[in-house]
Every structure is written in C-alpha cells, then in structure tokens.
C-alpha cells in the first residue's frame, strides 16, 4: 500500500507508521518492531453480489464449514496473543454474518483495531451507528465506476445506488470512510470523476487498487491496464492528490497492489526538478520496503487457513483450528513462506535486477505466478521501462 498522500506531503494519517514509521527491511514476521502482521480475514465466501474480478469467486449461496462464532474467537485470541494490530473483517460480505458486530466488538476490546472492507449495500443508517459504536476504525467500500460501469462490475442491478446510501450513511453517523476502486480497462476514464465524487460526498480516503490475477480476476488478465495507461492514472491521481492540498482539503490517497507506485512517484519528481520531495519519497518507500506479504501483511480464509495475503489462495501455510496464529507465521518449513521472508535473492527476471528492489520487494509475486507459472518470476504490472530501472 502506496500512501501518495503521505509521500507528497509528509503528512500523518492512521497506517503511516505501520507503513512509514519502521524500517521494514529488518521485519520477518510483523509491521513492526514487537508487533505482528495487518490481518485480513475472509469471514466468509457468501456475498449478495458477484463481482467480476473477485478473488474469493463469491456468490449468494452458504458455505459449509467456516469458523463458528467460538471458533472465531479463540482465532482473534491468538492474533491479541501476537500483538496483531489490526484485523481487516472482508468477504464475501462480512455484514452477511450474523456475529459480524460480537466479533469486531470482541477484536476492539482484545486492542485489535477492526475495520471493514464491504460492498456497502446493506449499510442502513442504523447500521452505520452500530459500526461506529463498536469501534471499527475504518469502513472501505467497493466501487468500480461510476453507476453503469459499477453495476456491470458487480454483476447486480442497483448495486451503486445501494453502495451509494451505505456511503452517506457513514458519513452522516461520522463513520470513517473510504473507497476502493481497482484500476482496469473499463472504468479508467472514471478516474477523474471518481475525484469530483469523493469531495462531494465529503468522503475521507480513496484506495485505488491495480488488479491482481486472483480467482474470477484471473479471467480479466486481458483487461487490465497497459503500462502506458498505468502511467497515465498514475498522474491523475498525483494531480488531483495535489489540488486537494493546495485547497486544504483533507483527504488520504493511496494506491494498493503495485509498490512500483512509489518508485514512478519519485522519479516523476525528479523528472520536474522538485529534488526535495523525489528525495522525500525515496525516503519513505525506503523505509516502507515494498510489498510484505507473507511479512508484515497476512491473509486468513473463511475455513481458518493461513495465506500470504487475499491474493494468494492458493498457497496454504496451516490452519487457525490447529495451530496459534503466530505460531503459523513464524513456521518456515514452507518453502513459500520462506521464500517471501527474505525473497530477493529468489527472484527473477527484470525484478532480480532492478536497482530500486529494495523499495519495491519484488512486489506482487500471485500475478507473477498467474502470468507465468513461476511464482519469482517478475510481476508483469510494472510500468517502469528497462532504461528507469537498470540506468
């Protein structure tokens, strides 16, 4: 995760100093220094929409065998025991669940900040205060384009018009709020308005996603963005990042999945004669390290097993039900897991050479895995060109 924000103007919002505040190079197992990794747990598969480029291949039916409500507990136990900082209650929907309120509740009370990742469409005004009242720190809601784009992404009519009211509803309650729109072909020329959009709805923060090859997203490989397009959104979000600033408007920025972000940021910056934020950033995405799964950032599905992160299904490390959470993520025995806690002397391709590696790590190994079989294989989202990286 890229906090343009924070690059640009060295300005702190919650998540900087897990991302800014330690030198992630000497991290093996957490965010920081006597803390564990960002937790995301899948609370379950079911979902009221069927969207596209979902990693989970969510859909409306019940799933067997996910963690009880007991079950979800001793697992929360064990990430207070490891001093997980924050648990990140996703899906499917996780609104879906009955326990969802017991369960943030309960992480809130152990000093395990919970927030939300949800489509927003059951987020009823009532709803809203009960996630305010329970302590979830933060609410990110999907949204893929604007109505027509959104509703085709989604695979539901109507979802942009019920997202919409889960939005005002936060805001109303001051719930903090954000949304999530992942980058690709066919909402591209929303960027722009998806700017407009944020500051009319006095919405706090914006996570701008690049896709990942992951689950349904594998079948939209052929639809992402070109390198050049990458480029392109790339500078609208630092313009419009700027224009907020410039006319006092507080919000947080950041682009997730690709930490080559971080690295065009700075060369942008040099690129325009501005030496003292290029050298600002390179400050910052040094100290960030790059992409941290299987590190700093985690990943536990709806059954209880353990993974790198959402992206990364398909690579198993143990299971909740059998073993304490910390005790999962310090077990190397796993070649994958071994590899991503000290990866660079595995990777390949253009990422094994690159000069800026200790800023980006390699970043996202599953849509290496998914482009070419080899999973330390150079992740084919990097925009940058040969000359930028190895000159």
């Not at 690049?210 to 639809?223: A, K, T």
């Not at 390179?282 to 960030?288: A, E, G, L, P, Q």
């Amino acid at each position: 995760m890229i906090s343009v924000t924070k690059l640009l103007f060295a300005k702190d919002y919650y998540g900087d100093r897990l991302r800014y505040g330690h030198n992630a190079n000497r991290m093996t197992n957490g965010a920081a220094e006597g803390i564990g990794p960002v937790v995301v747990w899948n609370s379950t598969k079911t979902c009221n929409l069927k969207c596209r480029h979902c990693y989970m291949e969510s859909d409306s039916k019940r799933y067997k065998g996910e963690l009880t409500t007991d079950e979800a507990k001793k697992f929360i136990d064990d990430l207070a025991e490891f001093k997980v900082p924050v648990l990140l209650f996703s899906g499917g929907e996780p609104l879906i669940r009955d326990d969802f309120f017991e369960l943030a509740e309960y992480a809130a009370n152990k000093n395990i900040r919970p927030t939300l990742s949800t489509n927003g469409t059951l987020i009823t005004r009532e709803i809203a205060q009960r996630i305010k009242d329970i302590g979830v720190g933060y609410v990110g809601i999907s949204l893929d384009g604007l109505k027509e784009v959104n509703d085709k992404f989604r695979g539901v009519d109507g979802a942009y018009e019920k997202a919409m009211k889960g939005i005002e509803n936060c805001v109303a309650v001051g719930q903090r709020v954000g949304l999530r729109f992942t980058i690709n072909q066919h909402n591209l020329r929303d960027l722009e308005n998806i700017f407009d959009f944020i500051e009319e709805k006095q919405i706090n923060r914006v996570c701008f996603y690049h896709l990942v090859y992951s689950g349904r997203g594998n079948q939209m490989m052929d639809e992402d963005v070109t390198p050049t397009e990458s480029r392109h959104a790339m500078d609208i979000i630092i313009k419009r990042t700027k224009d907020f600033e410039q006319r006092g408007l507080q919000k947080e920025i950041l682009t997730v999945d690709n930490h080559c972000d971080g690295v065009y940021m700075y060369l942008k910056a040099l690129s325009e004669g501005d030496d003292s934020t290029a050298q600002q950033i390179k400050r910052f995405i040094s100290t960030n390290g790059g992409n941290r799964s299987g590190i700093a950032f985690a990943e536990v599905d709806p059954l209880g097993y353990v993974h790198p992160d959402q992206f990364t299904q398909h690579h198993t490390f143990g299971n909740v039900r059998e073993w304490k959470f910390g005790d999962i993520w310090t077990d190397t025995t796993n070649p994958i897991m071994r590899g991503l806690k000290n990866r660079k002397p595995l990777l390949k391709g253009r990422c094994s050479k690159c000069k800026f590696l200790d800023n980006c790590n390699g970043n996202f190994r599953t849509r290496a895995e998914a482009k070419t079989g080899d999973f330390w294989q150079s992740d084919p989202a990097c925009y940058l060109t040969d000359e930028e990286i190895f000159n």
